[in-house]
């Protein structure tokens, strides 16, 4: 479940300027950055380094819980060495192993990563997506979540798949979760769900999201990380490919920038059902009111299996980390996600 100590850390991140009395300037000389470091007794796996107000700080993971840390590069001893040397010292802790299970399972074009939790999930685990979008959030789930499941789960644990365009068009739903998060009603996992999202109604899907000729993947994880640190944001170690989308190449790029790909075995709006331990898809962009309703109905039909503590919402790091111990979590066999929601436009003007 959410730990406190996550909470608090993010809230921290994001309400206070990294230099009191002096206003936060915005992050330069981001970077990907690899190394080993020691930190508090434990070992973590550098990822990032940046600069902000003058000082250096690195992003750290913890691969034995997958949780991502912003620490200061005084506060820390460190080694570099190259990725491939940091896969193979961590390889039996979960967040290596979490990103082999994805790189060594051959992915078909969509829905690549974990679709699935740990087999003894009693609930499921709820990823929103929040592509780009003229429309504002669906602020009606949140309430929702808020209402259905607080009396037994506090915070509701969410996680959101975030673009760069929605978190720059969208400040006040921004500011709006952030308050959510400190009056501690929910916790967010954050996804990164690329900056552009880039989509073509024209093209086929071997041609569309990432895969559209001349993306730099590079920029778009990259870039929304940025913008998510300059809003006071730490980003998890998950990634959701737009359109669910990719290729083996892409994941192999993905998971070498240490992000672990999430899909989904449950999106609500295609009409795909919620079993013990689904990760559960549903947009929160105002653009897919059919997967808001159909949640919105699961939570009051569970109602009672909630009371009675039988059905929740997991986190989705817990769910990850539990999942590499257990089997059966990446299905590479499904053909019929190839088909979008009838009316769905991932443009959404
Ligand atoms: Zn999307």
Same mark, same amino acid.
Request: charged letters at 20%.
């Given at each position: 479940?959410?730990?406190?100590?996550?909470?608090?850390?993010?809230l921290?991140?994001?309400?206070t300027?990294?230099?009191?009395?002096?206003?936060?300037?915005?992050?330069?000389n981001?970077?990907?950055?690899?190394?080993?470091?020691?930190?508090?007794?434990?070992?973590?796996?550098?990822?990032r380094?940046?600069?902000?107000?003058k000082?250096?700080?690195?992003i750290?993971?913890?691969?034995?819980?997958?949780?991502?840390e912003?620490?200061?590069?005084?506060?820390?001893?460190?080694?570099?060495?190259?990725?491939t040397?940091?896969?193979?010292k961590?390889?039996?802790?979960?967040?290596i192993?979490?990103?082999?299970?994805?790189?060594?399972?051959?992915?078909?074009?969509?829905?690549a990563?974990?679709?699935?939790?740990?087999?003894e999930?009693?609930?499921? !685990?709820?990823?929103?997506? /929040?592509?780009?979008s003229k429309?504002?959030? &669906?602020?009606?789930? +949140?309430?929702? @979540? $808020?209402?259905?499941?607080s009396?037994?789960?506090?915070?509701?644990?969410?996680?959101?798949?975030?673009?760069g365009k929605?978190?720059?068009k969208?400040q006040?739903?921004?500011l709006w979760?952030?308050?959510l998060?400190?009056?501690?009603?929910?916790?967010?996992?954050?996804?990164?769900?690329?900056?552009?999202?880039h989509?073509n109604?024209?093209?086929?899907?071997a041609?569309n999201?990432?895969?559209?000729?001349?993306t730099?993947?590079?920029?778009?994880?990259?870039d !929304?990380?940025?913008?998510? /640190?300059?809003?006071?944001?730490?980003?998890? &170690?998950?990634f959701? +490919?737009?359109? @669910? $989308?990719?290729?083996?190449?892409l994941?192999s790029?993905?998971?070498?920038?240490?992000?672990?790909?999430?899909?989904?075995d449950?999106?609500?709006?295609k009409?795909d059902?919620?079993k013990?331990?689904?990760?559960?898809l549903?947009h929160?962009?105002?653009?897919?009111?059919?997967g808001?309703?159909a949640?919105?109905k699961?939570?009051?039909?569970?109602?009672?299996?909630?009371t009675?503590?039988?059905?929740?919402?997991y986190?989705?790091?817990?769910?990850?980390?539990r999942?590499?111990?257990?089997?059966?979590?990446?299905?590479?066999?499904?053909a &019929?996600?190839y088909? +979008?929601p009838?009316?769905f436009?991932?443009?959404?003007?």
């Amino acid at each position: 479940m959410s730990s406190p100590i996550k909470i608090a850390l993010l809230l921290i991140w994001a309400s206070t300027p990294l230099i009191a009395g002096k206003e936060t300037q915005i992050i330069s000389n981001y970077s990907p950055f690899y190394a080993d470091g020691e930190y508090h007794f434990q070992n973590v796996i550098i990822i990032r380094s940046f600069e902000q107000n003058k000082d250096y700080y690195f992003i750290s993971v913890d691969p034995r819980t997958l949780q991502t840390e912003i620490i200061p590069q005084k506060s820390i001893r460190i080694t570099p060495e190259t990725w491939t040397d940091l896969l193979k010292k961590y390889a039996s802790t979960p967040y290596i192993k979490a990103l082999q299970r994805v790189k060594e399972n051959p992915s078909p074009l969509q829905d690549a990563g974990f679709i699935h939790g740990f087999p003894e999930e009693k609930g499921a !685990t709820l990823t929103i997506d /929040l592509c780009p979008s003229k429309k504002p959030l &669906d602020r009606i789930i +949140f309430k929702e @979540l $808020i209402q259905e499941l607080s009396k037994k789960e506090r915070p509701v644990p969410v996680a959101i798949s975030i673009t760069g365009k929605f978190l720059q068009k969208h400040q006040s739903d921004i500011l709006w979760l952030k308050t959510l998060i400190k009056s501690g009603d929910i916790s967010i996992t954050w996804i990164n769900h690329t900056y552009n999202h880039h989509y073509n109604k024209k093209a086929s899907l071997a041609n569309n999201f990432l895969l559209i000729p001349g993306t730099n993947i590079s920029k778009e994880i990259l870039d !929304t990380e940025k913008a998510l /640190l300059n809003q006071g944001i730490l980003f998890s &170690d998950f990634f959701r +490919f737009p359109g @669910l $989308i990719s290729s083996p190449r892409l994941i192999s790029q993905v998971t070498d920038f240490g992000l672990i790909p999430i899909g989904t075995d449950a999106w609500l709006a295609k009409g795909d059902k919620i079993k013990q331990g689904s990760i559960v898809l549903i947009h929160g962009n105002g653009n897919e009111p059919l997967g808001i309703k159909a949640f919105t109905k699961l939570l009051q039909e569970e109602a009672p299996n909630v009371t009675q503590g039988n059905w929740l919402l997991y986190d989705l790091q817990e769910t990850i980390k539990r999942s590499v111990d257990d089997t059966g979590i990446i299905d590479t066999t499904r053909a &019929d996600r190839y088909i +979008f929601p009838t009316q769905f436009d991932f443009r959404n003007p």
